[in-house]
């Protein structure tokens, strides 16, 4: 299926690059004959506009790559995702007119995808200096979320500000950017794992001290896993929220998509949807 999409992508790229030039090119040469009679020049500025017509449905159809994250991206059964953030892109189709087509990757894999511009979209992205320098993020801000720390019920350990992360060892998703300074820290023990799952398990398993994630998505995993009893999120909690964005492949060859998109968006968050689909996760 991705490789069929984006077949069909490459040729309106093709198209935009070669039959909108030539187009251009006839455009401007005819009209600069003396010749040009009224029903020439209409039939040229039809021709031209039905070229330009084909050029934006060309770039109606974007990628999106992203990742199991649950409650915003979920596994569904028989394959694909559901979730917060399919729902909300569905709503954007919608609104937009723009087709967006799901492909599944690794959260690594997708963001290099991303930077390489082979997709042209990703979403739940959080803000940071080295992903500015290849997504354009699109405005507003659609989700927010806190980092908080779970310790093991029985552990009886005590963490009321930052400073008691000293000496522990933190399990983080290789995925995830947290907060400053937690994220450019170097003099705590860090533990970087693939998921917040394997994180959950490293706890469990008395591997690691403490489990950082964000609400409400290690909420989610800690009751679908089985875990509620026997965690507890510690008395420490960062007084920060992390917005998270649509962002697109600054190699994107649809960055005209971006003001209907964030118009979408706009409207989503202010008509309060956005808000009635997280209250079905819940």
């Not at 569904?76 to 799901?102: F, P, Q």
Request: aromatic letters at 10%; hydrophobic letters at 45%.
């Amino acid at each position: 299926l991705n490789c069929v999409h984006r077949r069909m992508i490459n040729r309106g790229g093709l198209f935009v690059r070669t039959v909108i030039p030539l187009a251009k090119c006839i455009f401007l040469s005819v009209f600069s004959s003396r010749a040009l009679g009224r029903r020439t020049a209409f039939f040229v500025m039809a021709l031209f506009a039905l070229f330009h017509s084909a050029m934006l449905f060309a770039q109606r159809t974007l990628v999106l790559a992203t990742d199991v994250w649950p409650p915003y991206r979920i596994a569904a059964e028989g394959g694909g995702l559901k979730g917060i953030d399919i729902d909300i892109i569905r709503a954007i189709e919608k609104k937009s007119g723009i087709a967006i087509v799901i492909v599944q990757h690794p959260w690594p894999r997708a963001l290099e995808m991303l930077r390489s511009g082979e997709v042209d979209l990703m979403c739940g992205l959080a803000r940071s200096a080295e992903r500015e320098l290849y997504i354009h993020y699109l405005s507003p801000s659609y989700h927010r979320v806190q980092p908080v720390f779970y310790a093991r019920r029985d552990s009886g350990m005590k963490v009321s500000r930052y400073d008691d992360l000293a000496g522990k060892r933190i399990g983080q998703s290789s995925s995830t950017v947290y907060f400053e300074p937690f994220n450019s820290d170097i003099s705590l023990v860090k533990i970087t794992l693939p998921s917040e799952p394997q994180i959950l398990q490293m706890l469990s398993l008395r591997r690691i001290d403490l489990a950082v994630g964000t609400e409400p998505n290690i909420s989610w995993d800690i009751k679908r896993l089985g875990y509620s009893g026997a965690f507890i999120r510690v008395a420490y909690i960062p007084p920060v929220r992390t917005n998270l964005y649509f962002g697109m492949s600054k190699k994107s060859d649809a960055m005209t998509a971006i003001p209907a998109i964030e118009r979408a968006l706009r409207e989503l968050v202010e008509d309060g949807t956005i808000e009635r689909i997280e209250e079905e996760y819940r």
